[in-house]
């Protein structure tokens, strides 16, 4: 929530209103819940999670079949989706020092597409 919280200082900059954060269990869920939110009509989506490595590869699939999914909604609906999902492999250690950049980068990104 901090990321989020943080990095709507870049909403003041920019000519977009960011929404109430739609929160999902897990990763597997991000692509349904942005196919909704760009299906009521949002001119875009930030993503933002954390894929943890873990002891398996699960994680490392889970990783590729969401980004896949989230490329196909933006070609699907021609708007921009914001990647500020951190991993997958992503360490505890290395988790708090991205949170901010990641979910800033993924504003800027989807701002930027929208200009």
């Known amino acids: 929530m ?9 909403e003041l900059q920019a000519p977009v ?10 990763a597997f ?12 009509g949002c001119d875009a989506v930030v993503t933002l999670g954390i894929i943890e490595r873990g ?10 079949a969401v980004l896949s999914a989230l490329i196909d909604l933006q070609l ?3 708007r921009p989706v914001g990647l500020g999902i951190i991993g997958p492999g992503a360490e505890p250690e290395h988790i708090a020092p991205r949170l901010e950049p990641h979910a ?12």
């Open 55 to 64: 002891q398996t590869m699960h994680g490392q699939a889970m990783g590729q």
């Open 29 to 40: 869920e991000v692509p349904l819940a942005t196919k909704r939110l760009l299906g009521r």
């Open 2 to 10: 901090l990321a989020v919280v943080r990095a709507r200082a870049t």
């Open 76 to 78: 699907e609906y021609g």
């Open 17 to 26: 209103t960011l929404q109430d954060p739609t929160w999902v269990p897990g």
């Open 104 to 115: 800033r980068a993924a504003i800027e990104a989807v701002v930027h597409m929208l200009s």
